[in-house]
């Protein structure tokens, strides 16, 4: 009988390589790249939470595809439920068994529920508990803000926009933000304190930090930039 762990590598290899031909990603904020950092997080999670990797790693390359560029309308936000179809069939094709479907499908559909948000979390299984801390993780730090600019470029969203700034209590997800900081608010500065894991909180402590550190540092120079082309125009208009 073939190794377990050697098989299930091999499905995760093939739906990889399914996956890097199939999918085109909307803006490299959910690229190949995010899809391998997850499922690495993923996996490292799983080694000290529990948790079935086959599990965690095929919903990690298969949790973005809502994200498509190539989906039908192309609103804002889809949510990740009407994928199923599709996902069901990437699993098919590479003989993963049936009886992970439906846990699959549920890690992918928590990854974009937060208590914050109208799409709350809810009970659920270990598995999307850590699919979902792997990709907040991914979310904040240095490379979370990469991904959040790479986004807002991507979709024409404006970096900083203060005079349309709001405090929300309530994060919506269909709602496109006036500003990439403005989701900075909306979102990533609220991620920490929604990882569910022990271990995800470890690893999330330091990269929350810089998130932290990084937004008033961002308003201080545009302030300060922004104060110094006003006394310039103020100049002109008196000479």
Same mark, same amino acid.
């Given at each position: 009988m073939p190794d377990k762990a050697i098989v299930e590598a091999d499905y995760i290899?093939?739906?990889?390589?399914?996956?890097a031909t199939e999918y085109v990603p909307d803006s490299p904020t959910h690229d190949l790249t995010h899809l391998a950092r997850v499922a690495s997080l993923g996996s490292q999670i799983c080694a000290t939470e529990g948790g079935d990797k086959l599990i965690v790693a095929s919903a990690a390359w298969l949790h973005d595809l809502h994200r498509d560029a190539r989906r039908a309308g192309r609103d804002f936000f889809l949510p990740p439920e009407?994928?199923?179809?599709?996902?069901?069939g990437y699993l098919s094709k590479v003989d993963i068994p049936r009886? /992970?479907? +439906?846990n699959i499908l549920e890690a992918i559909?928590?990854?974009?529920?937060?208590?914050?948000s109208d799409r709350s979390t809810h009970?659920?299984?270990i598995e999307a508990k850590i699919l979902r801390d792997a990709d907040c993780l991914d979310a904040i730090g240095a490379i979370g803000i990469a991904r959040a600019f790479? /986004?807002? +470029?991507?979709h024409g969203i404006p970096l900083w926009d203060e005079a349309a700034f709001k405090e929300t209590s309530v994060y919506t997800q269909s709602d496109r933000p006036s500003s990439t900081l403005q989701h900075f608010h909306d979102k990533l500065l609220r991620l920490s304190e929604e990882l569910e894991t022990p271990t995800a909180r470890e690893l999330g402590r330091r990269r929350s930090a810089y998130l932290e550190s990084f937004v008033p540092?961002?308003?201080e120079e545009w302030r300060e930039d922004m104060a110094s082309s006003t006394s310039v125009r103020r100049l002109k208009s008196s000479l």
């Open positions: 290899e093939h739906l990889k390589q399914l996956i009407q994928m199923d179809d599709r996902v069901r009886e /992970f479907h +439906g559909h928590y990854t974009d529920r937060f208590s914050f009970s659920t299984i790479s /986004f807002g +470029g991507a540092q961002f308003i």
